[in-house]
């Protein structure tokens, strides 16, 4: 089982980018479906990006496509999330998600489920 840790989070202005990084430990990250995740205070978990483990197919939620691009490298077991066009309503809390026998990306869409990062904070202001 992998473990995961998110950096890049921080404070930005509407308009602004940032990249956030997901390092994982274990040498089977390149079998993971990996994904990113949000939470903003008073709301539930919410789905934001996947791709499958081959780096070959990606999902997005409509609140982020083409703004957000997901990428990963598998020889540095790491997945990224580009955020550009920041807004306001991306201030969140962003979660890194690893699972096994994904086939289908959709399946990701749940924010439930696999394994958990400690969550980085993004905060995006006026």
């Known amino acids: 089982q992998v473990q995961l840790v998110e950096s890049g989070g921080g404070l930005v202005h509407t308009g602004g980018s940032l990249r956030l990084s997901c390092a994982a430990s274990?040498?089977?990250?390149?079998?993971?479906?990996m994904g990113w995740y949000r939470q903003a205070p008073g709301k539930e978990r919410e789905f934001v990006a996947a791709i499958i483990w081959s780096g070959d197919s990606t999902l997005y939620s409509d609140s982020v496509k083409g703004r957000f691009t997901i990428s990963r490298d598998n020889a540095k077991n790491t997945v990224y999330l580009q955020m550009d066009s920041l807004k306001l309503e991306d201030t969140a809390v962003y979660y890194c998600?690893?699972?096994?026998?994904?086939?289908?990306?959709?399946?990701?869409?749940?924010?439930?489920?696999?394994?958990w990062g400690q969550g980085t904070q993004v905060t995006v202001s006026a």
């Open positions: 998600n690893a699972r096994l026998g994904i086939t289908t990306l959709q399946t990701m869409v749940r924010a439930w489920g696999g394994v």
């Open positions: 274990g040498r089977t990250f390149s079998v993971y479906a």
